[in-house]
């Protein structure tokens, strides 16, 4: 028999879970774009969005998802043949470095593999490498959604710094942007993208890029820039349209403004890390609860490496496929297919998924996803260890 009639919860590490009020506030007749209310709307979260990078700088908003974002950081900072960093510890930096070098960039890529962190001694000797200072960027994410890594970035941004290297330091933090701790301005990033369909629990469709007085120096130079793309227009616009660079995403801002809402003014940004914190070591104590004796494994081992909106899982294959289909159709819970671990056609593959932790969750979704989990490694009988749910629930109920 299947129990999934109900709410459905889409766990899976985005699009993450829209709130309900974010839908109502996207259901309504379309605004005037030329003047009043939307005009103070937008207006009004430009400082919010800065709020939630903790930036001092500046925010331009596309119509875009992730990788229009990454384009757009790319073409506003970076001329043909320019040569960039990339940090690779999963699959997200390899797909925007890929990016780079489609437009022409010349990319230097150090892969740290699919289950470790960003090692500072490696950077701190590329950097001292170069002798020339030919790197103009360097590309990292905060979140690796693939492999479920976290990079500290305060160390990263003080390594580059203490090289004296003048590379611009670009961030890609779409997967934990309002899930964890992001401090722009004080860790030293000069560029964050960002998207609003994870962390900012509104649809896909709008992407943000955060940046400084240095990119905007840059930007005079970069030769990739086309029209649409070119951040300038976007920021203290003379006509309100050039936010834009035509008609408003209206709903989709309709949506956001009723997010920001909710985590600045309502739940506050520190107990929002706090909360994904917390539900993302429940989360960890179940899998090692169910790992004890069987194959089920974290793909991080250190606690202090892994993000907090997004956990990586491994199994012998096929039960992660297996596991996946039976949550979705007798419980009501999609679970994150495994990214970039095994090519598809690989019978691997069917050993890897993912669990998201991400944006509009709470305990009783986090308690639930994990006991129907739990149910379904009895019902398809793959060998875990027992405890699981009590392991969550003593950390939930830790205040
Ligand atoms: C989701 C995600 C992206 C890509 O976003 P799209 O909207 O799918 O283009 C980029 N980087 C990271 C780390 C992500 O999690």
Same mark, same amino acid.
């Given at each position: 028999m299947s129990l999934s009639q109900g709410r459905h919860y889409l766990a899976i590490p985005g699009p993450s879970?829209?709130?309900?009020?974010?839908?109502? %506030?996207?259901?309504?007749? !379309?605004?005037?774009?030329?003047?009043?209310?939307?005009?103070?709307?937008v207006e009004g979260?430009?400082?919010?969005?800065?709020?939630?990078?903790?930036?001092?700088?500046?925010?331009?908003?596309?119509i875009a998802n992730g990788h229009?974002?990454?384009?757009?950081?790319?073409?506003?900072?970076?001329?043909r043949?320019?040569?960039?960093?990339?940090?690779?510890?999963?699959?997200?930096?390899?797909?925007?470095?890929g990016m780079a070098e489609r437009l022409g960039v010349e990319v230097d890529l150090i892969d740290f593999g699919k289950s470790a962190p960003v090692d500072l001694d490696q950077v701190e000797a590329k950097l001292k490498a170069d002798s020339n200072r030919s790197y103009k960027a360097i590309l990292v994410v905060q979140t690796d959604t693939a492999s479920s890594v976290r990079n500290d970035l305060a160390a990263l941004g003080e390594c580059i710094r203490s090289s004296g290297h003048p590379a611009l330091y670009l961030v890609d933090s779409m997967a934990s942007l309002a899930c964890e701790p992001f401090e722009m301005d004080s860790w030293g990033v000069d560029l964050m993208v960002a998207g609003s369909q994870k962390g900012l629990m509104t649809p896909p469709g709008l992407g943000f890029m955060f940046f400084n007085q240095r990119v905007l120096e840059a930007r005079k130079k970069a030769d990739l820039v086309t029209p649409y793309w070119d951040l300038r227009p976007r920021i203290h616009p003379e006509v309100f349209y050039e936010y834009f660079f035509g008609t408003a995403p209206t709903h989709h801002l309709f949506g956001l403004r009723e997010a920001l809402t909710m985590l600045l003014e309502e739940e506050g940004l520190e107990a %929002?890390?706090?909360?994904?914190?917390?539900?993302?070591?429940?989360?960890? !104590?179940a899998f090692d609860a169910w790992g004890r004796g069987s194959s089920i494994r974290l793909n991080i081992t250190d606690p202090k490496n892994r993000s907090h909106s997004v956990t990586a899982v491994s199994m012998d294959a096929p039960h992660a496929t297996e596991?996946?289909?039976?949550?979705?159709?007798?419980?009501g819970v999609t679970l994150g297919i495994g990214l970039g671990m095994a090519e598809p056609s690989d019978p691997?593959?069917?050993g890897f998924f993912r669990v998201a932790h991400m944006g509009h969750v709470n305990a009783h979704m986090t308690l639930g996803m994990?006991?129907?989990?739990?149910a379904g490694l009895k019902a398809l009988n793959i060998p875990h260890g027992e405890g699981a749910i009590e392991a969550a629930s003593r950390v939930v109920s830790e205040a």
């Open positions: 879970v829209i709130p309900d009020r974010v839908l109502q %506030a996207m259901h309504q007749a !379309a605004p005037n774009i030329y003047e009043g209310a939307l005009h103070e709307m979260m430009i400082p919010d969005l800065n709020r939630v990078a903790r930036s001092s700088g500046e925010v331009a908003i596309y229009g974002t990454w384009e757009a950081a790319l073409t506003n900072i970076l001329s043949g320019d040569r960039v960093l990339a940090l690779s510890t999963g699959r997200f930096a390899i797909f925007w470095a %929002a890390w706090d909360r994904h914190a917390k539900l993302s070591r429940a989360v960890w !104590a596991l996946r289909r039976w949550t979705e159709k007798k419980s691997a593959y069917h994990l006991a129907v989990i739990d």
